[in-house]
T-cell receptor
Framework: NAGVTQTPKFRVLKTGQSMTLLCAQD?????MYWYRQDPGMGLRLIHY???????AKGEVPDGYNVSRLKKQNFLLGLESAAPSQTSVYFC????????????FGPGTRLTVL | GDSVTQMEGPVTLSEEAFLTINCTYT??????LFWYVQYPGEGLQLLLK?????DKGSNKGFEATYRKETTSFHLEKGSVQVSDSAVYFC???????????FGSGTKLNVKP
């Protein structure tokens, strides 16, 4: 039982390049999330999904796209990377409900030059 | 709107000292409250939670009590260890899958 895994762990991009971050979970969770973590700002929700084939915008969605073609996978795409997207990205999954605990992946550290 | 406010860090303590990290919240309904811990280079892990007023969450010697009257969920531990050095996040969850709010995090450094 690997929980939530993320690939890659580190990436350096040049401004304007594109990339996709992959999140996978093996807990059969309905809900999945992408957060970014910046110093002094906690975690901010980028996009989320409440089930296969569904996605929705979070607090800071601009410049990102997502897809959830399979229940266990949630992809985060950057079409044209900008230095402001330099951050640590965390994927999470959970069961429904307010007391549903979020399980986090180990994070992807992205630097955009 | 909903929000979570934590004390700013870093907090530096000697081993075996008493720890308190303050957390207060603003919510329109009846949220569940959480403490997450992030060890260096890792993702966040649930430390403890409480789902209703007066509930006490506890784990690994850490405790926090859901105080509705003071809208607080302070984290405490009686005797910290070097291995407790990490960043601690307070969070709340209200009805709705996207209504999950994190505080800014408090870094704890424990010296031997």
């Amino acid at each position: 039982n690997a929980g939530v895994t993320q690939t890659p762990k580190f990436r350096v991009l040049k401004t304007g390049q594109s990339m996709t971050l992959l999140c996978a979970q093996d807990m059969n969770h309905e809900y999945m999330y992408w957060y970014r973590q910046d110093p002094g700002m906690g975690l901010r929700l980028i996009h989320y999904s409440v089930g296969e084939g569904t996605t929705a915008k979070g607090e800071v969605p601009d410049g990102y796209n997502v897809s959830r073609l399979k229940k266990q996978n949630f992809l985060l795409g950057l079409e044209s990377a900008a230095p402001s997207q330099t951050s640590v990205y965390f994927c999470a999954s959970s069961t429904p409900g307010t007391s549903g605990v979020k399980h986090f992946g180990p994070g992807t550290r992205l630097t955009v030059l | 709107g909903d929000s979570v406010t934590q004390m700013e860090g870093p907090v530096t303590l000697s081993e075996e000292a008493f720890l308190t990290i303050n957390c207060t919240y603003t919510a329109t309904g009846y949220p569940s409250l959480f403490w997450y811990v992030q060890y260096p280079g890792e993702g966040l892990q649930l430390l403890l939670k409480a789902t209703k007023a007066d509930d006490k969450g506890s784990n690994k010697g850490f405790e926090a009590t859901y105080r509705k009257e003071t809208t607080s969920f302070h984290l405490e531990k009686g005797s910290v260890q070097v291995s407790d050095s990490a960043v601690y996040f307070c969070a709340l969850s209200e009805s709705g899958f996207n209504k999950f709010y994190f505080g800014s995090g408090t870094k704890l450094n424990v010296k031997p």
